[in-house]
Nanobody, 124 residues
Framework: QVQLVESGGGSVQAGGSLRLSCAAS????????MGWFRQAPGKERKFVAG????????RYSDSVRGRFTISRDNAKNTVYLQMNSLKPEDTAVYYC?????????????????WGQGTQVTVSL
């Protein structure tokens, strides 16, 4: 059974930082493309960042590029999202997703497995 467990969310003031983690089990992590998505209240879930199996390629949405960094540790079956210079518009539930295939996909239907999500709240 595949499990993705996010952690590291919380409340922070604008300009602050948070680091999200997603621990994976039940899948061959090193062969999985990983992604982070977020969903704000009343809005659809959107792509934030993605990383290929080896970590050699990363992709970001325009809204977070230059502020967020995705990385992975295949020895720990964990993917991270370092979030700096946070803004109130970054407030959302953040989801980790796994795709047991090569290639970063920007839509939710491209991922087979999802975590339960972790809340990030950024206040002024």
């Amino acid at each position: 059974q595949v499990q993705l467990v996010e952690s590291g969310g919380g409340s922070v003031q604008a300009g602050g930082s948070l680091r999200l983690s997603c621990a994976a089990s039940g899948l061959t992590f090193s062969r999985s493309t990983m992604g982070w998505f977020r969903q704000a209240p009343g809005k659809e879930r959107k792509f934030v960042a993605g990383i290929t199996q080896s970590g050699g390629v990363t992709r970001y949405s325009d809204s977070v590029r230059g502020r967020f960094t995705i990385s992975r540790d295949n020895a720990k079956n964990t993917v991270y999202l370092q979030m700096n210079s946070l803004k109130p518009e970054d407030t959302a539930v953040y989801y980790c997703a796994a795709r047991p295939d090569y290639g970063i996909v920007f839509i939710t239907t491209g991922y087979d497995y999802w975590g339960q999500g972790t809340q990030v709240t950024v206040s002024l």
